[in-house]
């Protein structure tokens, strides 16, 4: 299983932006897939996960209203995007996926929100 995260940078209270999660190494279009977040000096948790198909979506009530997770089957690739940012967003945002029990994450992509 390999999980390449990207899209992550610097962006002002109220900006956009788009993560992106390329997966390899097993059938992609048979799990479901999430977006973890870790800020500092806090655990690791959900802000959003959606099934296989893609027909379904669950968020962190943080996030909900602001944030959209997506996937392309065909492309192997998940994606999250998020608008209205907040300073409270900022975290290093891990995509993962539950293979045989194992969690699985990738290396992760820094997103700070600051002025």
């Known amino acids: 299983v390999q999980l390449v995260e990207s899209g992550g940078g610097l962006v002002q209270p109220g900006g956009s932006l788009r993560l992106s999660c390329a997966a390899s190494g097993f059938s992609f279009s048979s799990y479901t897939m999430s977006w973890y977040r870790q800020a500092p000096g806090k655990e690791r948790e959900l802000a959003a996960r959606?099934?296989?198909?893609?027909?379904?979506?669950n968020y962190a009530d943080s996030v909900k209203g602001r944030f959209t997770i997506s996937r392309d089957n065909a492309k192997g690739t998940v994606y999250l995007q998020m608008n209205s940012l907040k300073p409270e967003d900022t975290a290093v945002y891990y995509c993962?996926?539950?293979?045989?029990?194992?969690?699985?994450w990738g290396q992760g992509t820094q997103v700070t929100v600051a002025s």
């Open positions: 993962g996926v539950v293979k045989y029990s194992l969690q699985f």
């Open positions: 959606i099934s296989s198909g893609g027909g379904s979506t």
